[in-house]
């Protein structure tokens, strides 16, 4: 039997203040983005998903404290999940404390066509600084651009930069990496220098702009697959052109 591939999406936003309406939006508007999907299930201690009849009301109580309870679609077959959690600004860039959402979903056919409008949903409901969305086996390559080996710095694959870790990034509107769909917040767009007309022509093709200003970016036209040495390649001219990505500028 074969493991279906999954797409993970992550962004990152400033930090939840009590409940302020950011979670139920990004929940809303998956379901709005990616047709069919209803996230009204909770998930039990023992992994097994139990119905939530009143979903809004339970969400807006569970995020008081400023957390983001895990929420699925209800099929075990099919796991759609959504979640987040806050970062302290011991480990975020400029000390800032930061929420994270994280979400997932089989990377079929449905979820494919409608990725670029689930990472914009989710970016844009959580006010996000910068996101990304990746097949699953593309992202552990991408975590090892930053996971320090037992001899001190990162070993990154298949000849990918070493990036920093996320607390030695000066500024939060700095993505930490690439990944297959990226979101720019408008000052994250405006930190590494996109658009410039006269040299992301290829990626202006395939990107698209946010009702807030930021920018929904797409490094191939198939799911990003490192095996593919054209999709490599991609990923590799990303990062040439944005050095900032991942914190390799020293400021003068």
Same mark, same amino acid.
């Given at each position: 039997?074969?493991?279906?591939?999954?797409?993970?999406?992550?962004?990152?936003a400033?930090?939840?203040?009590?409940?302020?309406?950011r979670t139920l939006a990004?929940?809303?508007?998956?379901?709005k983005?990616?047709?069919?999907?209803?996230?009204?299930w909770?998930?039990?201690?023992?992994?097994?998903?139990i119905a939530?009849p009143q979903r809004?009301?339970?969400?807006a109580?569970?995020?008081?404290?400023?957390?983001f309870p895990?929420?699925?679609?209800?099929d075990?077959s099919?796991?759609v999940?959504?979640?987040?959690r806050? #970062?302290?600004? /011991?480990?975020?860039? &400029? %000390?800032?404390?930061?929420?994270?959402?994280? =979400?997932?979903?089989p +990377? *079929?056919?449905?979820?494919i066509?409608?990725?670029?409008?689930?990472?914009?949903?989710?970016a844009?409901?959580?006010?996000?600084?910068?996101?990304e969305?990746?097949?699953?086996d593309?992202?552990?390559?991408?975590?090892?651009?930053?996971?320090?080996?037992?001899?001190?710095?990162?070993?990154?694959?298949?000849?990918l930069?070493?990036?920093k870790l996320?607390?030695?990034?000066r500024?939060?509107?700095?993505?930490?990496?690439?990944?297959?769909l990226?979101?720019?917040?408008a000052?994250?767009?405006r930190?590494?220098?996109?658009p410039d007309?006269s040299?992301d022509?290829?990626?202006?093709? #395939?990107?698209? /702009?946010t009702?807030? &200003? %930021?920018?929904?970016?797409?490094?191939?036209? =198939?799911?990003?697959d +490192? *095996?593919?040495?054209?999709?490599?390649?991609?990923?590799?001219?990303?990062?040439?052109?944005?050095?900032?990505?991942?914190?390799r500028?020293?400021?003068?």
């Amino acid at each position: 039997m074969t493991t279906r591939r999954r797409l993970g999406i992550v962004v990152y936003a400033p930090a939840l203040v009590g409940n302020d309406g950011r979670t139920l939006a990004i929940v809303h508007g998956m379901e709005k983005a990616l047709p069919g999907l209803r996230l009204e299930w909770r998930v039990s201690e023992g992994g097994r998903p139990i119905a939530l009849p009143q979903r809004d009301a339970w969400l807006a109580e569970r995020t008081q404290d400023g957390r983001f309870p895990l929420l699925c679609n209800g099929d075990e077959s099919y796991p759609v999940t959504v979640s987040g959690r806050g #970062r302290s600004g /011991r480990l975020s860039p &400029g %000390g800032q404390p930061r929420f994270e959402v994280h =979400a997932e979903m089989p +990377l *079929d056919k449905p979820v494919i066509a409608a990725a670029a409008a689930v990472l914009e949903a989710v970016a844009e409901s959580a006010h996000a600084l910068w996101g990304e969305a990746t097949p699953d086996d593309a992202a552990v390559d991408i975590a090892y651009q930053t996971a320090p080996t037992q001899g001190g710095p990162p070993s990154p694959r298949r000849g990918l930069p070493a990036l920093k870790l996320f607390e030695h990034i000066r500024s939060p509107e700095i993505p930490y990496y690439l990944g297959w769909l990226n979101y720019w917040s408008a000052g994250a767009a405006r930190t590494i220098g996109f658009p410039d007309t006269s040299r992301d022509a290829e990626l202006l093709s #395939r990107a698209r /702009r946010t009702e807030s &200003g %930021g920018w929904v970016v797409q490094l191939t036209d =198939a799911p990003l697959d +490192l *095996d593919d040495r054209a999709h490599l390649d991609a990923l590799k001219r990303a990062y040439e052109r944005f050095p900032e990505i991942g914190g390799r500028v020293t400021p003068r």
